[in-house]
């Protein structure tokens, strides 16, 4: 309900009339659209190896691809915020088999079940962090994950500001040069207690030409509750991609299929359109950004899939509340409006 009403808001849904053609402007007819989009959020099995240096640099290891929806960032965010360490000190390494074990990438869980993993393994290296100072100061005995952070060259315990101790002397005393130690998460009961989704609400402003049945797309508003986001940057990008992905498939996309054979018909990309520049409008994309408290440490779902889930419905609704013309097979084009 959230999403709907922040996105009801943007896109000044007042200007909509429930009369279908009744808003013109000149020689285009405008109209107003809203779809919904949900898709399941899922946590799987992962593991992820740190390398703590003593010279402050961490390495985290994950066996996870990327497809392009920037897992890297997000996990040395998480990594970063949950030590204390600068991210430019931080290189997540993925893509490689002998790494850790982690699922593929697909069914939006990449962040959910990798950045467990790394919450965890951030927690271990605390650990043997705080078992280390524990020889020099008693302080450290009882310490807990959440109450150790890394502070530039110090380690510090936020239930004893008095017992903070220099990492280099830490390596340096105990003869190390690197720690490394692993961390893993895992699908747990909650699946089992609680039903786990990730919402959007589209809302479309749809200009279409009166004489030639051109549909023109002038303001996408889109939000997203995918519980906390992690990496705003990415999550933005990735939510943009779904706005542009879904006005292709609503307007232009379209795979034609020979009924007798089966096979594709479009010879090329040549035959298949998708969205330029000119056929994208100004859009937003605003998160609810509320965590989850059950589904995973960071309170995240997924975002891949639910970006586009939803948006052709609501370009289609809006150009219904365009011209009065519903239209229920993809693409749109003139020729089903004229």
Not at 36 to 45: D, E, I, L, V
Not at 89 to 94: A, E, M, N, P, Y
Not at 124 to 137: S, Y
Not at 330 to 335: C, N, Q, R, W
């Amino acid at each position: 309900m959230d999403c709907y009403r922040l996105g009801r808001e943007k896109i000044d849904w007042e200007k909509r009339k429930a009369v279908p053609g009744s808003v013109e402007e000149g020689e285009w007819q405008i109209g107003y659209g809203v779809a919904t989009g949900t898709f399941g959020a899922f946590a799987r099995a992962a593991t992820v190896k740190a390398i703590y240096k003593a010279n402050g640099t961490l390495l985290l290891q994950s066996a996870i691809a990327d497809i392009g929806p920037g897992t890297g960032t997000a996990m040395t965010s998480i990594a970063a915020e949950r030590l204390g360490i600068d991210p430019e000190k931080i290189t997540f390494q993925l893509g490689n088999s002998s790494f850790p074990n982690a699922p593929m990438q697909g069914g939006s869980n990449s962040v959910s079940t990798v950045g467990g993993a790394v919450v965890d393994v951030c927690n271990n290296l605390k650990l043997e962090l705080a078992a280390l100072a524990r020889k020099k100061k008693s302080a450290w005995q009882n310490a807990l994950p959440d109450d150790i952070s890394i502070k530039g060259p110090e380690l510090t315990n936020s239930n004893d500001t008095s017992s903070s101790i220099n990492l280099d002397s830490l390596f340096s005393e105990n003869g190390l040069k690197e720690i490394i130690v692993e961390g893993s998460a895992k699908q747990g009961d909650e699946q089992n207690k609680y039903s786990f989704y990730s919402f959007a609400v589209h809302f479309i402003e749809a200009h279409v030409h009166k004489l030639t049945g051109v549909v023109s797309i002038k303001n996408a508003v889109s939000v997203v509750d995918c519980g906390a986001v992690v990496s705003p940057k990415t999550a933005r990008s990735q939510l943009m991609g779904g706005i542009v992905g879904g006005i292709g498939m609503a307007l232009m996309e379209e795979v034609v299929i020979d009924s007798r054979t089966g096979r594709t018909m479009n010879a090329s990309f040549g035959d298949y359109h998708v969205p330029v520049n000119a056929d994208i409008p100004q859009m937003e994309m605003l998160f609810i950004n509320e965590k989850d408290p059950y589904l995973n440490p960071m309170g995240s779902k997924g975002l891949g899939e639910v970006v586009i889930i939803g948006v052709a419905p609501a370009v289609a609704n809006a150009v219904y509340n365009a011209t009065g013309k519903r239209v229920r097979n993809l693409p749109i084009t003139p020729d089903k409006l004229i």
